[in-house]
């Protein structure tokens, strides 16, 4: 047990929700409040679809049965072309330039302005994929509900990784005790996350509803899930290009969406291992393992 | 067919899906060497007391003033890591109203010149601009007749970078002047007017990202 929890400690680490804040922010610091927008536009769909993955994986929540499972969740988002470039909108230039985004490429972009002036936008992280790897309990089950909670928190100091903070709580419960000839277990879930990267340089809520059903052939219980998400990001950092620094801050639209969900779960006596696809802000996908009864 | 029998292969399938999603879920850290923009800038004052004439609207300054080496250390670019630096924008503002109402000034041209010998050069002209109130930093009109002027500077900004990074001192000051008049004409004005000239500069870092 004290190993799987130092793979734990480990797996968790490896937080790619993070790349680089003390780099995100220093190259925020070169962008005005609108084009922050656009440099950190990929962010909220990834997030939300990451965030709002492998929450629940099964429909099946007894009526009254101890249950504890304890692992790590880890989830992942793809970036498509249309995420590597946004348009900057300097005042005074006429001229429009690709810039790359927070996950476009390293390349910085120079927009030539009037009278030969330039004006650089910072290059992105060139990462095609985001990841979170975020540890988990389910604790259950009473009146046939369970409670699922996730909680992570890493200062890695001045390291570019920084600091991230994500909590997450919610509950499943279950909708087939009340209609007990029903083919699949199905049952109804809520979870809100927060997510904070940086001191205050990103700062995320998110709420994931949905009904998940799923059904035991053997040790396998394939199981999908539809519901929606709502997601919300806002950024704050401090703008250096002016006279002085001034903190700007940045709120994103609330983004609000479906999510669908299919993945199977390896359910076996102590070790509980799923995998799962997820349609939501962007397509992406979800393994996780855990131990407990 | 029995449900087992095909259980098996769609949760291989659903495995390797998610597995194969362009290597997602495979976490890899990652060095990379990643461009940084910063920018900077200095603020050149023009106190106007009295009537405004030829050489009212004059100063040298030093483009040391901007800082260079706080902005880079600020963002975290070492200076040898500098690709470039760039004149950006000029800007103007009013810092200190005149106490007269509807008071305006009109800029006939802003000028700089790099040396003493040098010919002045056109960076800004033609506006008129109330000086009664306090406002925020605006754009200078700014032409295609600018652009020498502009070069001008950039090269200033070349040796500020070479001073930085240690070689034989350069040149980094210059002289700007605005030829003006006040509206109404020959008034005895009270104000500050701003000048601000803005900085881009680019460099690279090496970062460390899981993906």
Partial sequence: ?293 | MHARSWLQPLALVLIASVAGSGCLLIPEVQKKTIDLAAGASTTIEFPVSGTIQSGTLDKTVDLTDLDLATVLSDAGIDVSNVKDVKLAGVEYRVSAADPVPSRQVQINDITIQVGTQAAQKLVASSFTDDVSSVYGFKLAPIDVASSAAVGEINGLLDNLLDNLKGGAPLNTSLRCTMSAASIPANASMDFTLELRLKVSVVGTMEVTVVE
């Fill in chain 1, 1 to 293: 047990m004290i190993r799987f929890v130092g793979f734990l400690v480990l797996l968790t680490l490896f937080m790619g929700a993070v790349p680089a804040s003390a780099q995100l922010s220093a190259n925020l610091g070169a962008l005005e409040g609108d084009n922050a927008r656009g440099y950190l536009s990929p962010l909220p769909n990834a997030l939300s679809s990451t965030m709002n993955s492998a929450v629940f994986r099964t429909g099946d929540v007894p009526k009254m049965k101890p249950r504890l499972t304890v692992g790590v969740e880890l989830m992942g988002a793809l970036f498509g072309d249309k995420d590597r470039t946004y348009t900057p909108v300097i005042p005074g230039y006429a001229n429009t330039v690709a810039a790359p985004t927070v996950v476009g490429s390293t390349e910085s972009v120079a927009l030539p302005g009037p009278g030969g002036f330039v004006l650089y936008h910072p290059g992105g992280l060139d990462i095609g994929e985001f990841l979170i790897a975020v540890p988990q309990v389910t604790v259950g089950s009473v009146f046939g509900t369970q409670a699922v909670g996730r909680w992570i928190s890493v200062d890695l100091g001045d390291s570019d990784l920084g600091k991230l903070e994500l909590l997450g709580l919610g509950a499943q419960h279950s909708i087939s005790q009340y209609f007990p000839r029903l083919p699949v277990a199905l049952a109804l879930g809520v979870f809100y996350q927060t997510l904070k990267i940086g001191d205050g340089l990103l700062d995320t809520k998110s709420t994931h509803v949905d009904v998940t059903g799923s059904r035991k052939f053997s040790f396998l219980q394939p199981y999908a899930a539809v519901g929606f998400d709502s997601f919300k990001m806002s950024a704050r950092y401090d703008y250096t290009a002016g006279e002085s620094d001034e903190t700007i801050s940045v709120d994103f639209d609330r983004k609000t969406n479906a999510h669908l969900t299919i993945g199977v779960l390896a359910d076996l006596p102590v070790v509980k291992f799923h995998a799962e696809l997820n349609a939501a802000a962007t397509t992406g996908a979800a393994v996780g393992l855990a131990l407990g009864f």
